[in-house]
C-alpha cells in the first residue's frame, strides 16, 4: 500500500482520512480551519473542485494548539458550531503534532525555534507534511531549527536520527484573512527540488478550499507577504478614506462603507475578468467630469507613490521579522 503522502510503500493500511494540526492556532490558523470546515459542510466529499484535482485521501480530523485558556475559548466559540471532529489541545504541541498527518505551523514568527525545538518535536514530524504559514520565516531557517548540522534531538531514536527519508516535508504558504469567507489569496512557495505530486495535490488542495492560490519562487515570499498579507489593512485604508469622504458631503457611516465595499468589489471583479486598470480608469474619466478631478487631487497628494512605498516598506519588514529583528518599524524612515 502507498503512502498518501508520498507515494512510497507502507506497511499499514491506507486510511481514509487524515488529521491536521493547527500549532499555535490564532486568528489566522482559525480563519483556515474555519475555511476549511465550511468547504466539508458544503462539499462533504471534497469533490468542490474537478475530480483529477482531489488528492487520494484529506483532512477530516483537526487539532488546534494552543497556550491559553482564552484561546482555547475562541476556537471552541467559533469552530465548534462546524464541526465534532475538531479537538484543542493547550500546551501539548507533541502531542498534536504525533497525532498529525499534516501540520500546519502558525505560531508567532518570532517564536517558530522555540515552538519546534521542543524535544521529540523532531521526532513527531518524522515523515510528515509541515506547511509554514509564518510570515518572512524561509524554509532554510526551518530546516535549520529542526535539522542543525552538529545536534541531536534527545527523543529521536538514533538509527532514524537525521535520515532524509525520515525529515517531514516543509512546504511554505501565505494565505490572508479573507479564509474565513474563503476569498483567501494564497501564495505557495516552489520547492527544490520539485514536490512528489501527491503533496502537491494535498497542499493546493487544502489552500484552495479557503481562496485563490498562485505558486511563486521563495524569493518572492516577503513581497507576496506585503501585498496579500498585509493588503487587507492598506485597501480597508483606502476605503475608510473614501467612506469619509462620503461622509463629509452628507452619506451615513452604514451606507458610505456599504457603497465603497461594494464598489471596491466590482472593481476588482471587472480587473480579476481581465480588465486593465489603467483602461478602466481612462473609461470612467469623462472630460471635464468629476472622476478626473478627483484622480488629480489623489495624484497630487502622491497617493500612488505612497501606496507603492507602504507595500516595498512592508516587504522589508517581513523579511527582517523572520529573523528575529526588534524594532524594524522605529529604525527605518
Known sequence: MANPLDG???????????????????????CILSGILSSL?????????????????IPRRFIACVTSPASALRIESALSPLTTSLTILQNDNLLGVRSADVVLLGCKPYNFQTVLSQPGMR????????????AGVPVSQIEATLYPPSDEDPADDDEEHQQPQRRCTIVRALPNTASTLRESMTVIATSTPP???????????????????RHVAP???????????????????FMEAI?????????????????????????????LAGEHPAILR??????????????????????RGSAARGLREATVVAGQLGRGVQGVNGTRF
Open 41 to 57: 459542510s458544503s462539499h462533504p466529499s471534497g469533490l468542490s473542485t474537478p475530480l483529477d484535482d482531489i488528492p487520494s485521501t
Open 195 to 213: 514536490l512528489p505530486p501527491p503533496l502537491a495535490l494535498l497542499t493546493t488542495w487544502i489552500f484552495t478550499r479557503i481562496g485563490s492560490v
Open 243 to 271: 467612506a469619509d469622504g462620503a461622509v463629509a458631503m452628507g452619506l451615513s457611516r452604514k451606507e458610505a462603507l456599504y457603497m465603497a465595499a461594494q464598489t471596491m468589489k466590482g472593481t476588482a471583479a471587472m480587473i
Open 8 to 30: 512510497t510503500p507502507t506497511d499499514s493500511p491506507q486510511r481514509d482520512e487524515m488529521t491536521l494540526t493547527v500549532l499555535g492556532c490564532g486568528t489566522l490558523g482559525t
Open 219 to 237: 524569493h518572492l515570499m516577503d513581497v507576496c507577504t506585503a501585498l496579500c498579507g498585509s493588503g487587507p489593512a492598506f485597501f480597508a485604508l
Open 282 to 303: 481612462d473609461k470612467v474619466s469623462t472630460p471635464g467630469g468629476c472622476t478626473i478631478g478627483g484622480l488629480l487631487v489623489l495624484e497630487e497628494g502622491r497617493v
Open 123 to 134: 521526532a513527531a514530524l518524522q515523515g510528515k507534511l509541515l506547511i509554514s504559514i509564518l
